[in-house]
């Protein structure tokens, strides 16, 4: 009899799973999208990720942060539904990548930071002087050419202990071609990229290492995102901009940056290898900053995801913008919205549009 | 033979050899890939690859020597730090200490090694290299300033503070080999060396470490192998600046850091195979000192057979 009974509660876990499996089947099957690249829109798209999985339960948007080349190089094996980079694809990648979109999705810039003890807030440096600073020409924090921009500071006689990040990355990208922009000599002598040869300075990995680098020298200057300078209470510069005014970074102003380059953007199926909104004109743009991008496929091979992968870009532009300014990224002007738009809508299924 | 015997037998070797194989398979097919994948930079540089000095990722002009040495530098700063600790520590814990305190110590030791190094380099950055600005620099540079290798501004990033952290890093493992090395010492060596009046220091001086001296050697290149592959903790104390310089005061960088640095966001072809070159290169240089670090204490161990305590 006890056999008996164990074949009862058998029998009624049985019929149990079997309702239960019965419920579950009934709900939407669970699609997972995955994509990989730049690590500086990361906090962003994973907020977005679980901002959508509230709205669209079945919808797991998988971000990795591996960085923008691996994002490239796993974009172009389709080994992930969408890349993302933080400078936009050179002639050579864009070439490499056929029918290949690029969508700007939020905008970072970047900021001149320093650590020089009792200045906290209000220098002013111009293109060309960061330029000679990164260059090794001026060693000095009490250069003639540092202080006849900066009126009623005093400047101490310490030598200025450049730092730099060491690891490849998309700030670099922004700053390297702010400086090439600017400055002739910076052009011919480094150019931009991810990772330059440094003439000179000390290098740190991750913004968080060029934060720890000038948190422990003083006289030192370096670069990192405005969001971590921001968060981590780090001094910046303001930077002279093309129409001649110093300008605080600040999401306002590297939104007006972005906001003067947009008559000039290519359409999404274009090359965007040129696109640069540094030192871009506008009285109150910061000249430092750069969209960063979303990279899909124009043609989809998978009507399900690639239906759904439009869905997400297309709220990610829109709604998803308004999570930007609270992470301290900068929303993307109307104008640049309008044009993902376009771009969104060239995404197919068998020249069927996903949207 | 007994038939059924020999079944069970074959089958399990088959089993466990294949599982052997697998690993040989992935290490030979790690080597391949390292090989055909550094291709396109071997077929562009050449040997120049070794002797040239420029690392220009925008122009794509690749050369490994500032990376090559930095990590001989670093590896070899690290173990004139590392050995004479090591050896402290082992013939203290296998000769000295009292029985009670062996296993525990041996034990925190050995618990070093299981530290990430991500946490040892953040150690390093925020700790080790403002110390040994403002405390061990100063001094070497006031009174060994005469020579070159503490000439220079010291911003705390710099060879000797990635020296001094890889050295904190191979302590453990130099040290727990040669304990078990000269704990192969067998007994009637020291009680041979008693007998005639030596002193403690004298026995240990004249009968063990002689006798072990291979074993130590083989350790100490154990520490060696260890050293030159070690990335991140190096990476983040290192300051990573591509200029071969003669002071220890200035930043350098190593081969697994500019790997660590750069590959993730390398996108050109040749930029990338020329990382995979000096991937190749270091994986060949550990290949050569491990083989040669094992040979010696197998040696060592073989000839003295289970005399482990």
């Known amino acids: ?355 | 033979m007994n038939r059924r015997k020999l079944s069970g037998d074959f089958i399990f070797e088959a089993v466990v050899g294949f599982f052997a194989l697998c690993i040989l398979i992935l290490a030979f097919l790690l080597f391949r890939e390292l090989f055909v994948e550094s291709g396109l930079s071997r077929n562009t540089f050449g040997l120049g690859f070794l002797t040239s000095s420029t690392w220009d990722p925008v122009k794509e002009v690749f050369g490994a020597l500032p990376f090559i040495f930095g990590t001989l530098v670093s590896s070899f700063l690290a173990l004139l730090i590392a050995v004479p600790f090591s050896l402290g520590i082992a013939i203290y814990l296998s000769e000295l200490a009292p029985e009670k305190l062996r296993t525990p110590l041996s034990f925190i030791i050995e618990l070093l090694a299981a530290i990430p190094s991500v946490i040892i380099g953040l150690w390093g950055i925020f700790i080790l290299a403002p110390f040994i600005r403002d405390y061990l620099a100063p001094p070497l540079s006031t009174y060994l300033g005469f020579l070159p290798l503490f000439q220079g501004p010291m911003y705390g990033l710099s060879m000797l503070t990635g020296g001094v952290i890889l050295a904190i890093m191979i302590i453990p493992i130099t040290s727990s080999v040669s304990r078990e090395v000269i704990m192969t010492v067998p007994t009637h060596q020291r009680e041979g060396a008693l007998a005639l009046g030596a002193t403690g220091w004298e026995t240990t001086w004249i009968a063990v470490l002689p006798y072990a001296r291979s074993g130590i050697f083989g350790a100490v290149i154990l520490g060696f192998g260890r050293a030159i592959g070690e990335t991140m903790a190096v990476t983040m104390v290192i300051g990573n600046s591509q200029k071969i310089s003669g002071s220890l005061f200035s930043p350098s960088n190593t081969m697994a850091s500019v790997i660590a640095n750069q590959f993730s966001e390398a996108t050109s072809n040749l930029h990338v195979s020329s990382l995979m070159e000096i991937g190749f290169l270091l994986l060949v240089i550990s290949i050569i000192i491990n083989i040669a670090a094992r040979i010696l204490v197998w040696k060592l161990l073989r000839v003295e057979g289970g005399g482990r305590a």
Not at chain 1, 205 to 222: D, F
Not at chain 1, 257 to 265: D, E, R
Not at chain 1, 270 to 281: E, F, K, L, P, R
Not at chain 1, 323 to 335: A, C, K, Q, W
Request: net charge neutral; hydrophobic share 40%.
């Open chain 1, 1 to 355: 009899m006890n056999r008996l009974k164990i074949l009862n509660i058998l029998i009624i876990f049985i019929l149990a799973g079997v309702l239960l499996a019965g419920c579950v089947s009934k709900q939407p099957t669970e699609i997972t999208l995955n994509g990989a690249g730049a690590t500086f829109p990361y906090p962003l798209i994973s907020k977005w990720s679980s901002e959508y999985n509230k709205i669209k339960p079945n919808i797991q948007i998988n971000y990795q942060s591996v960085g923008s080349g691996a994002g490239i190089k796993q974009i172009t094996e389709k080994t992930v539904e969408f890349g993302a980079s933080d400078a936009p694809l050179t002639e050579k990648e864009f070439a490499n990548l056929s029918g290949i979109l690029q969508i700007p999705e939020s905008i970072g810039a970047v900021v001149v930071a320093y650590n020089l003890p009792g200045i906290e807030k209000g220098v002013k440096l111009s293109g060309d002087v960061v330029a000679d600073i990164f260059l090794g020409k001026i060693t000095k924090w009490n250069d003639p050419n540092i202080v006849s921009l900066n009126p009623g500071i005093t400047f101490p006689g310490k030598d200025i202990i450049v730092t730099e990040r060491s690891d490849g990355s998309g700030t670099t990208f922004v700053f390297t071609d702010y400086l090439s922009t600017v400055s002739p000599d910076w052009k011919s002598k480094i150019g931009k990229g991810k990772s330059v040869s440094w003439p000179v300075g000390l290098g740190g990995k991750g913004n968080e290492g060029v934060a720890g680098l000038l948190s422990q020298n003083p006289y030192s200057i370096g670069y990192i995102e405005l969001a971590y300078a921001k968060n981590q209470n780090i001094s910046y510069a303001y930077i002279k901009n093309k129409a001649g005014h110093f300008i605080e970074p600040t999401l306002e102003t590297t939104a007006s940056a972005a906001a003067g380059a947009v008559s000039a953007l290519p359409a999404g199926d274009a090359s965007w290898s040129s696109v640069s909104i540094v030192d871009a004109a506008g009285d109150n743009s910061y000249p430092i900053g750069s969209f960063t991008y979303f990279l899909v496929y124009k043609d989809q091979t998978d009507q399900t995801k690639g239906k759904i992968l439009a869905e997400y870009l297309w709220w990610a532009v829109h709604d998803g913008q308004k999570y930007s300014s609270d992470l301290l990224y900068v929303p993307l002007p109307n104008d640049v919205i309008s044009l993902n738009e376009k771009t969104i809508r060239l995404m197919n299924y068998n020249g069927q549009p996903l949207i």
